[in-house]
């Protein structure tokens, strides 16, 4: 069974780094032609998409968050970590990772279920 | 980037009539387009993909068209099952955007 689950915390403060981590299964991270990424959604807002990295180990960032975000795979583990320094109120929201292929399937084709993440002191 | 823009904001329609959501896009992107049709507690899911191909397992009332800047999502007859939020979303380049979205609501 092809799936993705994401996890980290429910809760952090304001300044805090969020970490999340997405733990995947079905499939490989180690060509360059899949990639995993994160998507997150405010609620009530809509969808905004923030960091992709492919099996070869190519990163691309939301422009707007890009000084804020590092993506990281470990493959041998199956699962892929992001990272959100300086995190705000603002910043509240369902965090999903997805899958994307380089070829053919570039649209985001599987989608974890989510976790929400509110950023509060 | 491209800018996605979706309307209406929200759909009222009644069950068995047609529902039809648009989305534009501020430049061109061919047809390298998705619609995902988004449920409270549930992952998102893509129902159309290259702007007009339905994904595995997507019921042919759900129709997408159009190409460049200007597309279309269509359903053709609404089941209960489809009072959703649907987004828009282009695979052009990177980064990618979403629209804002659409609401289809019971009427």
């Known amino acids: 069974q092809i799936t993705l689950k994401e996890s980290g915390p429910t809760l952090v403060k304001p300044t805090q780094t969020l970490t999340l981590t997405c733990t995947f299964s079905g499939f490989s991270l180690t060509t360059s032609t899949v990639g995993v990424g994160w998507i997150r959604q405010p609620p009530g807002k809509a969808l905004e998409w923030l960091a992709f990295?492919?099996?070869?180990?190519?990163?691309i960032y939301s422009p707007s968050l890009k000084s804020r975000l590092t993506i990281t795979k470990d493959s041998s583990k199956n699962l892929v970590v992001l990272t959100m320094t300086n995190m705000d109120p603002v910043d509240t929201a369902t965090y999903s990772c997805?899958?994307?292929?380089?070829?053919?399937?570039?649209?985001?084709?599987?989608w974890g279920q989510g976790t929400l993440v509110t950023v509060s002191s | 980037e491209i800018v996605m823009t979706q309307s209406p904001a929200t759909l009222s329609v009644s069950p068995g009539e047609r529902a039809t959501l648009s989305c534009r896009a501020s430049q061109s992107i061919r047809s390298n387009l998705v619609w995902y049709q988004l449920k409270p507690g549930q992952a998102p899911r893509p129902l159309i993909y290259d702007a007009s191909t339905r994904a595995t397992g997507i019921p042919a009332r759900f129709s997408g068209s159009g190409s460049e800047t200007e597309f279309t999502l269509t359903i053709s007859s609404l089941q209960s099952e489809d009072y959703a939020v649907y987004y828009c979303q282009h695979y052009n380049e990177w980064p990618r955007t979403f629209g804002q979205g659409t609401k289809v609501e019971i009427k």
């Open positions: 990295i492919y099996g070869n180990d190519d990163k």
């Open positions: 997805v899958r994307s292929y380089y070829y053919d399937i570039r649209y985001f084709d599987l």
